[in-house]
């Protein structure tokens, strides 16, 4: 296809990265791989026969949060894994990406695949599981692709199957595409999915730790965590969190989309500060004011932008600011946005994307986009602000999963952070960006 | 029904799983599937069934659940171009009213010719790529200005 692809930048995840050091764009096969040490950390453990205490101990040390957006301690989830258990056991990779705003895992896996195998053996031996299954994104059809060369790559090297490397570790991996579906995301809807269903997210308890892939015990991590799990065990959990800050350990992948002049995956240490990756995105676009940043992926409440320009890039500091890490996911708005309109767009998405299962979810979703659509074409009545509030709040907290709290959070909080331009909406039936195009430039097609 | 080819890929695609999952394979087969017959007839989906030993209404539920099956003819290209609000950002909007303007239709429209269907589509997690075209579900065009966008539909249309 004639993409106008731009050259691939080794430069552009950072100087501080670990996950994606050394990456040229053509070195992701195995060769090239071991040649910058890969595997090296899985050989250690076989060869050491390191107890998978041992393992799960150095992760939970590291301070290794979920990369998906939860932000689950890593370690503490797989100790949850019943080892001794018999029969199978699986790990499960979470590519399905389709989060808005995020497209690291697909950088990961596009340039690094056997960093995440490395990590997803490491796992499997940790938790004493049989089988392991990596969940790819149905709409990067050459990423399954690539995966799945990768795959054979590490089974013909023995990396993968039975007796790893002579030791007395087996164990398989396979790739399983999606087919377009947001809600696959979730952990338990992405179980579902494998299984062969439709992909509706399963009450819980019981967890996947007891019931999961097939009624059996089962980890779900995702793509960036198991690759960061190979430069742990090689380097230490203390060095791991040393990079970053206590509670927040480590380096994470940020995609910057959106008003930014160069728009990409930026790897940089957990506490650096977002004006900081800002400036690595080439800062804003034609030199505009920031508006607004969704620093999560789009179900993250919205930050002001002057806000954000404050506030550090850690779990615990984007909290503060009101909103969360999430997948690392960064959305940059500048003054040119109307904030309804956005939300109009997310609202669309959540509505789309609802898989249905759930009264307040499905019924609710499709209800806000339909009063948000209704204030931003200029229809808006006084008492829609407050019916937002009132089915956002009625939504959340009542769903089996958290993809109505997902669709009810940007709802909540652009109400709250932009009052102004929801009213200025209903009372003059048009929009005040529009209206002050003059000062603030051209209102962006969103 | 299916050619041989797509059944020895069905084939491989059931041995990633446990042997009392075939099942699992649903998702792969299907995707074959509407490769090889363009879209997902009853027929088709039936036919899948009786492959995997399923219940055909198990199989159509999956098929009608995800978006990238088509249940109905689609144009030889299938154009979906994500509107999200990253993507919408960075020029989607723009790219989707060029699409329209050349094809000469809209959303889940095919033109007149059979050759073109215009989607919209949520999230490919490619925004960084923004505009991004998925051309017939496999294949992602990123980068696509109006001048892209040319080129690609002139590429097509050879």
């Not at chain 1, 106008?4 to 100087?15: L, S």
């Not at chain 1, 764009?25 to 910058?36: P, Q, V």
């Not at chain 1, 490491?122 to 969940?135: H, K």
């Not at chain 1, 997310?346 to 209800?367: D, H, V």
Request: neutral net charge.
């Amino acid at each position: 296809m004639n993409s106008a692809h731009p050259p691939f930048d080794p430069g552009i995840y950072g100087p501080e990265a670990v996950l994606m050091k050394g990456i040229t764009g053509e070195n992701w096969r195995l060769k090239d791989y071991e040649a910058r040490g890969g595997y090296a950390a899985l050989k250690k453990i076989l060869a050491e026969k390191m107890a998978p205490d041992a393992v799960i101990a150095e992760l939970k040390r590291s301070a290794l949060r979920g990369r998906g957006g939860a932000g689950f301690p890593t370690g503490l989830k797989w100790s949850f894994m019943p080892r001794q258990a018999p029969g199978a056991k699986y790990m499960v990779c979470n590519s399905d990406e389709g989060e808005p705003g995020t497209f690291k895992d697909r950088d990961i896996l596009r340039y690094n695949p056997h960093q995440v195998i490395e990590g997803m053996a490491i796992g499997v031996y940790a938790t004493g599981s049989t089988a392991g299954y990596n969940y790819i994104h149905g709409e990067i059809w050459d990423i399954y692709e690539r995966f799945e060369e990768a795959l054979a790559e590490a089974r013909a090297a023995g990396y993968i199957g039975r007796n790893v490397l002579g030791s007395d570790f087996s164990w398989e991996l396979y790739a399983h595409h999606g087919w377009g579906a947001y809600i696959c995301g979730e952990e338990t809807a992405l179980l579902e999915s494998i299984e062969g269903k439709k992909g509706q997210p399963r009450f819980r308890p019981p967890f996947p730790a007891g019931y999961g892939l097939y009624g059996r015990p089962t980890t779900i991590n995702n793509t960036e965590t198991f690759a960061a799990v190979p430069w742990i065990m090689l380097n230490g959990g203390q060095a791991y969190l040393e990079l970053g800050r206590p509670n927040n350990g480590g380096t994470k992948i940020f995609s910057v989309s959106g008003h930014v002049e160069r728009p990409g995956n930026y790897e940089v240490r957990l506490g650096t500060p977002f004006a900081k990756l800002l400036e690595m995105a080439g800062g804003m676009r034609g030199g505009r004011r920031i508006k607004a940043v969704i620093p999560g992926g789009s179900s993250a409440p919205v930050v002001p932008g002057q806000v954000m320009m404050q506030t550090d890039l850690d779990y615990d500091a984007i909290a503060k600011a009101g909103s969360m890490l999430g997948s690392g996911a960064v959305i940059v708005m500048d003054e040119t946005v109307c904030m309804v309109r956005a939300l109009e767009r997310l609202s669309y998405f959540y509505f789309e994307e609802s898989c249905g299962q759930c009264t307040p979810c499905r019924e609710g979703t499709g209800w806000m986009y339909r009063v948000v659509h209704r204030i931003e074409s200029g229809r808006g009545r006084q008492e829609d602000l407050d019916l937002l509030a009132n089915v956002a709040e009625n939504i959340m907290g009542r769903t089996i999963c958290a993809l109505g709290d997902a669709a009810a959070l940007p709802v909540r909080s652009f109400v709250k952070h932009f009052r102004d331009e929801f009213q200025y909406h209903i009372d003059h039936k048009h929009c005040l960006v529009g209206a002050h195009a003059a000062v603030v430039g051209n209102k962006a097609a969103v | 029904m299916l050619s041989g080819e797509s059944l020895k890929k069905i084939d491989t695609e059931v041995a990633k799983y446990p042997a009392d999952q075939k099942q699992s394979a649903v998702m792969a087969a299907l995707a074959l599937a509407q490769e090889e017959k363009g879209h997902l007839s009853t027929e088709v989906m039936d036919f899948v069934a009786g492959y995997l030993g399923m219940a055909p209404v198990a199989v159509y539920e999956v098929a009608s659940f995800y978006t990238m099956y088509d249940l109905a003819p689609v144009g030889g290209h299938k154009l979906c171009v994500c509107t999200n609000l990253p993507c919408a950002l960075s020029g989607a909007v723009e790219a989707a009213e060029h699409l329209k303007k050349k094809l000469g239709i809209d959303w889940n429209e095919t033109t007149p010719d059979g050759r073109f269907t215009l989607k919209q589509g949520e999230c490919f997690g490619a925004c960084g790529d923004a505009p991004v075209v998925l051309v017939n579900n496999k294949k992602m065009a990123s980068f696509m200005t109006p001048e892209a966008i040319d080129k690609m539909l002139a590429e097509l249309q050879k």
